[in-house]
């Protein structure tokens, strides 16, 4: 195939995938958290960059750090 105007063949040249989760905590001390994953790749599939980050919504940090403590060491005791 021949290369389009501009030099573009009709192949991606990069890539790009974003994963969104809700994490919830209701009961005494509730909260919710945002959970980002990013993930960046070449067109020919080669992981560029991968970034995720995390945003409390709702609820003390706090308690959102205890939980997830929590449940590292329920986890690493399993």
Do not use: C
Request: no cysteine; net charge neutral; aromatic share 8%.
């Amino acid at each position: 195939m021949a290369n389009a105007p501009g030099g573009l063949d009709g192949a991606a040249s990069h890539g790009f995938t974003v994963e969104v989760t809700t994490g919830r905590r209701s009961g005494a001390a509730p909260w919710t958290m945002l959970v980002v994953k990013e993930y960046w790749r070449s067109g020919r599939g080669e992981e560029l960059k991968s970034h995720q980050w995390a945003h409390i919504e709702a609820g003390r940090r706090a308690d959102v750090v205890d939980w997830l403590e929590r449940q590292e060491r329920r986890l690493e005791g399993a």
